[in-house]
Nanobody, 121 residues
Framework: QVQLVESGGGLVQDGDSLRLSCAAS????????LAWFRQAPGKEREFVAA????????SYADSVKGRFAISRDNAKNTVYLQMNSLKPEDTAVYYC??????????????WGQGTQVTVSS
């Protein structure tokens, strides 16, 4: 069992940066690949970024490629999402997820509760 708790969301302006953190409980944190998803009002939840449990291979949605960076610290049981050059269309609730990852899909086993990111224009 893994419990995920996100933090770091808030209200920022167009072009600002923000770093989200997701702290995990449980001894098996390093057994999971990790990802960030987001859900904007009235839209479906969408994939943002993922990082493999071994090797650190990452992947990103086209909409955030070059602006966002995912990283993990297994010693701290934490995964991060550094978000730069934020845009109003990045406004959403951001969710941390733990699961299984290939180059084409991410299967979620556990979700965090989400953290709100609002980007004003």
């Amino acid at each position: 069992q893994v419990q995920l708790v996100e933090s770091g969301g808030g209200l920022v302006q167009d072009g600002d940066s923000l770093r989200l953190s997701c702290a995990a409980s449980g001894r098996t944190f390093s057994s999971y690949s990790l990802a960030w998803f987001r859900q904007a009002p009235g839209k479906e939840r969408e994939f943002v970024a993922a990082i493999k449990r071994i090797g650190g291979t990452t992947s990103y949605a086209d909409s955030v490629k070059g602006r966002f960076a995912i990283s993990r610290d297994n010693a701290k049981n934490t995964v991060y999402l550094q978000m730069n050059s934020l845009k109003p269309e990045d406004t959403a609730v951001y969710y941390c997820a733990a699961g299984r990852y290939s180059s084409a899909w991410f299967a979620v086993d556990y979700w965090g509760q989400g953290t709100q990111v609002t980007v004003s224009s």
